[in-house]
């Protein structure tokens, strides 16, 4: 069964930090490039970052270059969003996703809310 489960979210003031997981079961890990989006009501959801299976390659949103940093460590299937100033305008429910060829899993996503 597959299974992506994300956790980390929650309150923070601006310019702080938080670090999201997702921890996958189900699947090869390794084989799956990882994504993180953030969908807020009434707008297009949005890639925030992007790793390759073996976290080679990333690459970032031009709202979070620089703060936001996305790893992975492929012994645990894990992948991680190391968020950094934080400002209000990152709040959203941060999903993420696992692509290989066609095959595509979503995580239920966690919900990160910046405001003082």
């Known amino acids: 069964q597959v299974q992506l489960v994300e956790s980390g979210g929650g309150l923070v003031q601006p310019g702080g930090s938080l670090r999201l997981s997702c921890a996958a079961s189900?699947?090869?890990?390794?084989?799956?490039?990882m994504r993180w989006y953030r969908q807020v009501p009434g707008k297009e959801r949005e890639l925030v970052a992007a790793i390759t299976g073996d976290g080679s390659s990333t690459n970032y949103g031009d709202s979070v270059k620089g703060r936001f940093t996305i790893s992975r460590d492929n012994g645990k299937n894990t992948v991680y969003l190391q968020m950094n100033n934080l400002k209000p305008e990152d709040t959203a429910v941060y999903v993420c996703n696992a692509i290989y060829l066609t095959n595509r899993h979503w995580g239920q996503g966690t919900q990160v809310t910046v405001s003082s």
């Open positions: 189900g699947f090869t890990f390794s084989n799956y490039a």
